[in-house]
């Protein structure tokens, strides 16, 4: 399954507010319309015996938590869109986003979940691949990305 949308130039120089509607009225729909249901911890549609919050949609959690717009940090995905261009370029291999986010997290030197990662990453153009399981979909997606060589960054 692939999510897609479309990118958002200087989504990072947008008020929260802005960035909330962006996230909870287009981003968040377009991911459950595909079969994922995006939080911090990545989809919740994964079942996955081995996703330690296991969190499936049709429970309560995952609706109130977007109810409450607490599913992603709109901060963090702000900053994480206005650096991602120095770290991440496109490429035709495929990364998994629980490693990139690793890489983006040392590179800037801050934690980022799963799940604002993705979103980040949706948000600049990328298209998010989720494989399925015996259950549903796998909790992290993978994308069409590299990570830029730390010592060439601004080459």
């Keep these: 399954m692939t999510v897609s949308f479309y990118p958002i130039p200087n ?9 909330q509607n962006v996230i909870y009225n287009q981003l968040i729909p377009a991911c459950e319309k595909a079969g994922v249901y995006l939080s911090q911890a ?3 549609n994964s079942h996955d ?12 959690h995952y609706w109130k938590m977007k109810e409450q717009r607490s599913l992603l940090d709109v901060d963090r995905i702000q900053r994480c ?8 370029k496109p490429t035709k ?29 949706l948000i600049k153009g990328y298209f998010a691949i989720y ?3 015996q259950s549903g979909l796998q909790t992290h997606c993978f994308f069409r990305a590299e990570v830029v060589d730390p010592v060439h960054i601004g080459d």
């Design 49 to 60: 015996p081995m996703h330690l919050l296991h969190w499936i949609p049709h429970t309560n």
């Design 93 to 121: 291999s495929f990364i998994n986003s629980y490693a990139l986010k690793h890489y983006v997290e040392e590179l800037q030197k801050e934690y980022i979940s799963d799940g604002d990662l993705t979103a980040a990453m």
């Design 11 to 19: 989504f990072d120089q947008y008020t929260k507010p802005e960035a």
């Design 42 to 44: 990545g989809n919740h």
């Design 131 to 133: 494989q399925p399981n």
């Design 81 to 88: 869109v206005a650096s991602l261009d120095l770290y991440v």
